[in-house]
T-cell receptor
Framework: AQKVTQAQTEISVVEKEDVTLDCVYETRDTTYYLFWYKQPPSGELVFLIRRNSFDEQNEISGRYSWNFQKSTSSFNFTITASQVVDSAVYFCALISNTGNQFYFGTGTSLTVIP | DAGVIQSPRHEVTEMGQEVTLRCKPISGHDYLFWYRQTMMRGLELLIYFNNNVPIDDSGMPEDRFSAKMPNASFSTLKIQPSEPRDSAVYFC???????????????FGDGTRLSIL
């Protein structure tokens, strides 16, 4: 079975603090893809990143970084020097090559306090 | 480039009425997805199409829900008759290459916020 768990329902941080959003996934497939999406208060879903299961290299994009660890089935997302504009709900998602379903976590609501 | 366009943005209607949600995918994308988002159940995939053909509708909650894609640039999600528990935000998304390939991001529309009274 495929499953994505985002244990943190809500997080609040003060502006400029670093924050890490956790994502733990379950799959029996050897080939799969992981995604992060951002949903700001305006409601739309914005694609942030995708990783395939064969590439465990961490990625950095500006203030965003992602730590993919197959050993712990985790794909965590860190925002460095958070800003108010980072306030949103962030979703982690999984899909495998053998499946045809896109599994979303329940999301983590991040509030950055000025 | 125009993104995925959904209409209406908001819909309020009375229980029992027919509701039709519309979606225009990004030009050139061959996959289209309909999702529903609620506080209780999070994001759920309802159905998706490949080249206008429904591939998997296992997420459609019941027979009251139907989806069509008459051409590559238009899809509808219909609820008839609507019920209060259908109240949710409905998202349409499109991608070039779909779940089987897995590495193509889905681009989401702004969603339709549906309220059934």
């Amino acid at each position: 079975a495929q499953k994505v768990t985002q244990a943190q329902t809500e997080i609040s941080v003060v502006e400029k603090e670093d924050v890490t959003l956790d994502c733990v996934y379950e799959t029996r497939d050897t080939t799969y893809y992981l995604f992060w999406y951002k949903q700001p208060p305006s409601g739309e879903l914005v694609f942030l990143i995708r990783r395939n299961s064969f590439d465990e290299q961490n990625e950095i994009s500006g203030r965003y970084s992602w730590n993919f660890q197959k050993s712990t089935s985790s794909f965590n997302f860190t925002i460095t020097a958070s800003q108010v504009v980072d306030s949103a709900v962030y979703f982690c998602a999984l899909i495998s090559n053998t499946g045809n379903q896109f599994y979303f976590g329940t999301g983590t609501s991040l509030t950055v306090i000025p | 480039d125009a993104g995925v366009i959904q209409s209406p943005r908001h819909e309020v209607t009375e229980m029992g009425q027919e509701v039709t949600l519309r979606c225009k995918p990004i030009s050139g994308h061959d996959y289209l997805f309909w999702y529903r988002q609620t506080m209780m159940r999070g994001l759920e995939l309802l159905i998706y199409f490949n080249n206008n053909v429904p591939i998997d509708d296992s997420g459609m909650p019941e027979d009251r829900f139907s989806a069509k894609m008459p051409n590559a640039s238009f899809s509808t999600l219909k609820i008839q008759p609507s019920e209060p528990r259908d109240s949710a935000v409905y998202f349409c998304a499109s991608s070039f290459g779909g779940p089987v390939f897995g590495n193509q991001p889905q681009h989401f529309g702004d969603g339709t916020r549906l309220s059934i009274l």
